[in-house]
């Protein structure tokens, strides 16, 4: 273990050698650069595009590009970017993770492999975590970047689509890690080029990257649209069932945050809903709105996991960074359960249009880099997912701060009574304070325990995140007392007033350890930036969701043996301290173990995302008749049918042939049994195509223009995809759920739902080459709709199902009556009639 160490050490002191080597070939451009006037200097950019086009390499520029930026930055900011943000340039350049501590200037840092990156001319995406961060960067180091001749935009969720594609056309672009994601989905449901806003992924460089790609990536980003049932009531009933109940109806399971109805629980509930059994099959719908119910009430918190908004709007918040997550919503009918609690108005359940993790979103990045002050304790997950590594880059000065052994208490109270009264005392000696709490319910606690005490402060948490900026910005003048999330404000620089550095700096108060390490630096890192000084102090108790939920036996065992009988007594000591980070570590393995089996489920969508994506754009960016793609698909349909059939006896098989051509190939009355008797199957295959490219060619004729053509084909295929494949999502959803009890078999869940999932994705093509050629042959197209075809193609993907305005020549209707599960289904699919329209009723 202690060579393994040492090698680790030994490895990270190489790289900081040898980035200093490069950066001090940046440093000999320094007189040089100089030297130039600003016309020259601008020039540059022109130069190195030029030289690029030539052959040279982004890495042969490097050394001379950084020191344009440099003398750039100086110029137009008066900021001259120290040797060791030279070095994380280049770590970010190289696609790796530099670990800068907090205040050691990362925005600075960003300018020089933004520049260099942005000289091929393929774009630079450079994220944040929230609008604000997006537009105060643009705003400032986009005044180097365009001093230099290169065109920066601003990509927020409120512009057009056509402000956005500016903002995607630009040579850096910035913009929130949500919104890139949303819009890459969005472009791949829209039916025309035009209608895209990006360009092919080039370079990200993310901004507090361990917030993106590790705290977030466990929540998929999902498109929605209105799903076909109005439930509302099960939730509302379910819902006051479950209030019905006592704490001995249900069993938690507290690590794991769980919760199930116990015997007496499942009594109750067959009494309520008047059942026999719970738990038959035909109550599965039933149980799972109850489970919500349950999850909604005893689960989640308001103020915690949730708040409620003026509007009566349920706003989900993050566990992370304390800020509300403004159009999200829980998953799988949770989001209904909260809402039916808190007595708002219930939305509509929505069906998913589309998904993607940002593991797989950011993966797809030609390059991808990040910056971050804590990343170290992850640096595992990012080389395994991501294939980035975690360079330290060693601080400009000295770090001062001292941090102090953790406290604990036995209570929350004590707890919350001993931080007042150390908040009080320095507050009275006019140093800056700036107190974390992990969630909104324990920020207005202390403010109200503040406010008792008279102590005058600000409060930073989800209701009023719009102003952290401007609070962090001040919580290090002298007498400032701050409450905020752990997270909150992250990203805006706390300078210090005047005088403050005289009482020991900025101290930092943290009410309780939060899951992830990282988490707790970031809080701690607030103080004593750039080698000012500074403290920070945390504050325990056995009551602390950590410590229930984690907490060693060990601790609980010291305590006992110190035999604590006050309520106010507190422990000080570095074995505590070891115990809880610990106790962090066994978290962070749980959720690196969760978001790794995300990405596993994911990774099967990513493949057949990938392949309906392409098909997608290659039938939008189509310029020449799709007819051969048609036709081609209307000849496996056929194929695919005559060979389903062939196992059956003759006659039976010529019977279902007939009745699969008349349904969705010819009219009723051009094909009969006698037509075929007389053929092998391969004939049969080729008379039926013959037939279809008749018809073919007749509804292509009713159409005339070549430009109407392209149109109606683009539509139909796109109309076909979009439906089959959000149906597709759908369905992979529910074999997700399904196939984690296989492995009470033995079977492992992930390698089921590939070999499903895979099965699932071949049965979409067939149905998908099955609906084209049944609506290509069977739609009534009118001289008069010749205008709608153009305009239909025009929909987003979400809509034009519905906008379509071909008759369908009602193919939908048919006679289901004493039709049997396993009965050929009436529509001449040639499927059983389960698999076909019976999904309905099965």
Known sequence: MANMLRTLIENDKGEVKKLRKIAKKVESYADEMEALSDEALKAKTEEFKKRYQYGETLDDLLPEAFAVVREAAKRVLGLFPYTVQIMGGIVLHHGDVPEMRTGEGKTLTATMP??????????????????????????????????????????????????????????????????????????????????????PLNFALVDEVDSVLIDEARTPLIVSGAG???????????????????????????????????????????????????????????????????????????????????????????????????????????????????????????????????????????KLAGMTGTGKTEEEEFREIYNMRIIPIPTNRPVQRIDHPDLLYPTLNAKFRAVVADVKERYQTGQPILVGTASVDTSDLLSKMLVKEGIPHEVLNAKNHFKEAQIIMNAGQRGAVTIATN??????????????????????????????????????????????????????????????????????????????????????????????????????????????????????????????YADRYEVITAIRDLGPEI??????????????????????????????????????????????????????????????????????????DEDKIIEFQKVLILMVVDNKWTSHIDALDQLRSA?????????????????????????????????????????QIHEQEREHVTQNARTTAQGNIAAQKIDFDHLEEYDFSGVRRNDACPCGSGKKFKNCHGRARF
Request: hydrophobic letters at 35%; a negative charge.
């Open 631 to 704: 036709k081609a698909m209307i000849q496996r349909t056929i194929d695919r049918q005559v060979d389903s059939h062939s196992r059956l006896d003759k006659a039976e098989a010529l019977e279902a042939i007939v009745s699969f051509a008349q349904a969705n190939l010819v009219d009723e009355d051009a094909i009969s049994v006698s037509d075929l008797e007389a053929l092998s199957y391969k004939e049969i295959k080729e008379e039926l195509y013959d037939r279809a490219m008749e018809v073919y060619s007749r509804q292509i004729s009713k159409l005339k």
């Open 228 to 366: 076909s049932s109005d439930i509302n009531q099960l939730y509302v009933r379910a819902d006051m069932f479950v209030k019905t109940l006592v704490r001995e109806d249900y069993a938690i399971d507290v690590p794991t945050k769980t919760i199930g109805l116990k015997d007496s629980g499942i009594d109750k509930a067959e009494a309520y809903f008047h059942l026999e059994n719970l738990y038959d099959l035909e109550n599965v719908a039933l149980t799972h709105y109850i489970d919500n119910a349950l999850r909604a009430n005893y689960i989640m918190t308001l103020d915690v996991d949730y708040v409620v908004s003026e509007e009566g709007e349920i706003l989900i918040v993050d566990q992370f960074t304390g800020r509300t997550m403004e159009g999200r919503r829980f998953s799988d009918g949770l989001h209904q359960a909260i809402e039916a609690k808190e007595g708002v108005k219930i939305q509509e359940e929505s069906r998913t249009s589309a998904s993607i993790t940002y593991q797989n979103m950011f993966r797809m990045y030609k």
């Open 114 to 199: 933004v520049y260099l990156n942005a000289i091929s001319g393929e774009g630079v995406h450079v994220v944040t975590v929230n609008e604000y961060l997006a537009t105060r960067d643009a705003m400032e180091m986009g005044e180097v970047y365009s001093w230099l001749g290169l065109s920066v935009g601003i990509n927020l969720a409120a512009k057009s689509s056509l402000e956005k594609r500016e903002a995607y056309n630009c040579d850096i672009t910035y913009s929130t890690n949500s919104e890139i994601g949303f819009d890459y989905l969005r472009d791949n449901m829209v039916t025309r080029r035009e209608d895209m806003v990006q360009r």
């Open 739 to 779: 196939v984690g009890l296989r492995g009470y078999a033995q079977n492992n869940p992930i390698v089921e739902y590939q070999s499903e999932g895979f099965r699932m994705f071949q049965d979409m093509i067939s149905t998908i080459e099955f609906d084209v050629t049944r609506t290509m042959m069977k739609a």
């Open 487 to 612: 997270m909150a404000g992250r990203g805006t620089d706390i300078k210090l007033g005047e005088g403050v550095l005289d009482l020991g700096g900025l101290c930092v108060i943290g009410t309780e350890r939060h899951e992830s390490r990282r988490i707790d630096n970031q809080l701690r890192g607030r103080a004593g930036r750039q080698g000012d000084k500074g403290e920070s102090q945390f504050y325990l108790s056995l009551e602390d969701d950590l410590m229930k939920r984690f907490g060693s036996e060990r601790i609980k065992a010291f305590l006992d043996r110190m035999n604590l009988d006050e309520e106010d007594a507190v422990i000080k000591s570095s074995l505590l301290t070891k115990q809880v980070e610990s106790a962090q570590k066994r978290v962070e393995g749980n959720n690196y173990d969760s978001r790794k089996q995300v990405l596993q489920y994911d990774d099967v969508m990513r493949e057949q995302r990938e392949i309906i």
